[in-house]
């Protein structure tokens, strides 16, 4: 049986109001109390999926868990307490904010609280209103965050285009960085070796878990080193058309229509029904 799912967020569990069904909730619960840990794994950081969590009914307790930053950490929801953290340089982090200005970006810099965001364009305040607080900028410099911990930089631009022809561009200073792209507006940029991924294994070995006994759950780009990394992957109805042939499992469907509950019954729910 699966011990662990590990979710996707946005365009995953998330509908298009960015909450979570009933359908879904139910199903979350349902598995919780057979001992299936359910754990997101998002790109956002901890701080801003504590709402979800309440949703959920897995806010503030003990040994439930998030993956957040793309992997670049993995907290106990207890008091939010770190069990691993691994982030960019500062000087890394100021090349790129510096780089990115010579774009046609949304600048976003992540620290462990907080998210700052220069050229905060229309599109993005609309996209973002719903789902996390951010801190407006107007600096040339990141100076003011020399002494903070930062975990990632992304840049938004609804073109995939552009964003690639930006990943290609920059290969001068991203040599030592993991890069992916999510949302269908960003690209983004963490240190080398941080990925979902790395943090499904990170957790899945600090339970005791095997990961084959894990499940992952995902839409985008970002998700790919989680679902090839667990031992069952699975994308949701709207997965961007290239990984979708490369998942064990799509669902009927999308984050709309209670895709997270489909696979919870599904591989979950109904085979610990059939062996009772």
Not at 150 to 175: A, F, G, H, P, S
Not at 180 to 192: A, L, V
Not at 200 to 227: C, K, Y
């Amino acid at each position: 049986m699966y011990k662990l799912i590990a979710c996707d967020l946005d365009e995953t569990l998330l509908n298009i109001d960015n909450q979570v069904s009933q359908r879904n909730i139910e199903a979350i619960k349902r598995a919780d109390a057979l001992g299936v840990k359910f754990v997101l794994a998002t790109g956002r950081g901890y701080s801003t999926v504590q709402g979800t969590l309440q949703e959920i009914g897995l806010h503030d307790l003990e040994d439930e868990y998030v993956i957040s930053f793309n992997g670049g950490a993995v907290t106990e929801n207890k008091d939010n307490k770190l069990l691993h953290l691994q982030g960019i340089s500062f000087d890394f982090a100021s090349e790129l904010y510096r780089r990115g200005l010579d774009y046609d970006v949304c600048i976003h810099v992540y620290t462990k609280e907080d998210v700052y965001v220069y050229n905060y364009v229309e599109e993005e305040r609309a996209h973002l209103e719903t789902k996390m607080e951010v801190i407006e900028i107007f600096d040339k410099d990141i100076d003011f965050l020399k002494d903070e911990e930062i975990v990632k930089v992304l840049y938004m631009n609804t073109d995939r285009d552009y964003l690639q022809q930006i990943e290609e561009e920059l290969k001068d200073i991203t040599q030592d960085s993991d890069i992916t792209y999510s949302s269908n507006r960003y690209i983004e940029f963490n240190d080398k070796g941080v990925n979902k991924g790395a943090g499904i294994t990170f957790l899945a070995d600090h339970l005791g878990i095997d990961i084959e006994e894990t499940i992952a759950i995902g839409d985008n780009f970002n998700d790919w080193p989680m679902l090839e990394t667990a031992g069952l992957s699975v994308g949701v109805q709207n997965m961007v058309p290239e990984l979708k042939e490369r998942v064990d499992y799509v669902t009927e469907a999308n984050h709309n229509e209670d895709a997270v509950a489909e696979v919870i019954e599904k591989f979950i729910l109904e085979p610990a029904e059939e062996t009772k």
